[in-house]
């Protein structure tokens, strides 16, 4: 997705999946559908905001690789008030349960986990 000159590479998403974009407007760019055998078992990986940082969580036989996360913010209504993007340094892709220390306030937090290596 790209807005102006920024553009974020959301890796894998399965059918119904939900995912945060901190993009201003964005622009969807070539989207690639994979038959879902091609996935070998995968399942996204999901992260939650907890005391000092995020727990992320994932039941694949491999580790990902990862491209960032999405963090959005939403007052007590649910709007949206903002975001930010998480470097793919501060994000757990591999298989399990880790958690990594990040500052952020009350948030939702979408992991960009990608099956092809670096």
């Given at each position: 997705?790209?807005?102006?000159?920024?553009?974020?590479?959301?890796?894998?998403?399965?059918?119904?999946?939900?995912?945060?974009?901190?993009?201003?407007?964005?622009?969807?760019?070539?989207?690639?559908?994979?038959?879902?055998?091609?996935?070998?078992?995968?399942?996204?990986?999901?992260?939650?905001?907890?005391?000092?940082?995020?727990?992320?969580?994932?039941?694949?036989?491999?580790?990902?690789t990862s491209r960032?996360?999405?963090?959005?913010?939403?007052?007590?209504?649910g709007r949206i008030?903002?975001?930010?993007?998480?470097?793919?340094?501060?994000?757990?892709?591999?298989?399990?349960?880790?958690?990594?220390?990040?500052?952020?306030?009350?948030?939702?937090?979408?992991?960009?986990?990608?099956?092809?290596?670096?």
């Open positions: 997705m790209t807005s102006g000159t920024r553009t974020v590479e959301v890796p894998v998403l399965t059918p119904g999946q939900r995912i945060g974009v901190v993009l201003d407007r964005p622009a969807l760019g070539p989207v690639i559908w994979l038959a879902p055998e091609a996935l070998g078992g995968f399942t996204p990986v999901t992260a939650t905001v907890v005391p000092g940082g995020i727990r992320y969580r994932s039941g694949n036989c491999r580790a990902l960032g996360a999405a963090v959005l913010f939403r007052d007590t209504s008030t903002g975001g930010e993007q998480l470097p793919p340094a501060s994000v757990s892709c591999a298989t399990g349960e880790r958690e990594l220390p990040v500052a952020v306030r009350s948030a939702e937090v979408y992991p960009y986990c990608d099956l092809r290596p670096e």
